[in-house]
């Protein structure tokens, strides 16, 4: 059985973009993650060690929002990568990684990236 363990509006302020100015002064960043996972075993065990704790996984999206990148694309693909590498139990990835109010002379409110990826075999 499959269920979905998510992250909702993670909010960081971090230094990707294109422009210089971006990578200087930095922006809001929102995450939103929804992570494909067997849940059976802590279903019947209560035992966080039989699932995907989002406290560890908010650790390593913290870490990868660290990390300057030019492009989101970038951001999302070490983002995606880690999760894959250090939690054998993901099974599929939804990811949104949003800059809030980009600087692109528009009046909105965020712009970003949005995939899934499936773990390869």
């Not at 560890?56 to 999206?61: F, K, L, R, W």
């Not at 599929?92 to 949003?98: Q, R």
Request: charged letters at 25%; hydrophobic letters at 45%.
């Amino acid at each position: 059985m499959s269920g979905y363990i998510f992250l909702d509006n993670l909010l960081f302020f971090a230094h990707h973009g294109v422009g210089e100015q971006e990578t200087l002064s930095g922006n809001e960043f929102i995450v939103n993650l929804r992570l494909k996972v067997d849940i059976t075993q802590a279903m019947h065990t209560d035992d966080v060690a039989d699932t995907v704790s989002y406290a560890d996984v908010y650790e390593a999206v913290k870490a990868e929002m660290a990390v300057p990148s030019r492009l989101l694309e970038h951001v999302c693909g070490r983002i995606t990568d880690r999760l894959f590498r250090d939690f054998p139990l993901i099974e599929e990835i939804h990811l949104k990684l949003a800059k809030r109010n980009p600087p692109m002379g528009a009046d909105i409110e965020a712009a970003g990236i949005e995939l899934t990826l499936q773990r390869s075999l």
